[in-house]
């Protein structure tokens, strides 16, 4: 439900600018929230999930033997 309203709120935004600051008013934690003593609070977008992780490792593979193959030519 929560991504849907997200959805509706970026499309409604005039710019990217506008978007950021959506984003940043949705997932921001409400006031006098704080987390547990070591526990570290991750923000939506901010990492990679291990896929696309895997999926970036091969699309450099593949360019590094690219640019190898053009070198001994």
């Known amino acids: 439900m929560l991504s849907a309203a997200e959805v509706s709120i970026d499309q409604a935004a005039e710019d990217e600018a506008e978007r950021k600051r959506n984003r940043a008013k949705l997932w921001t934690p409400p006031?006098?929230?704080?987390?547990?003593?070591?526990?570290?609070?991750?923000?939506?977008?901010?990492?990679?999930?291990?896929?696309?992780?895997?999926?970036?490792?091969?699309?450099?593979?593949?360019?590094?033997a690219q640019v190898a193959g053009m070198r001994t030519r």
Not at 39 to 51: H, Q, S
Not at 53 to 64: P, S
Request: no cysteine; aromatic share 2%.
């Open 31 to 64: 006031r006098g929230y704080r987390p547990e003593p070591g526990r570290r609070v991750r923000l939506p977008g901010a990492g990679m999930t291990a896929a696309r992780a895997a999926t970036l490792m091969q699309q450099l593979a593949a360019e590094d």
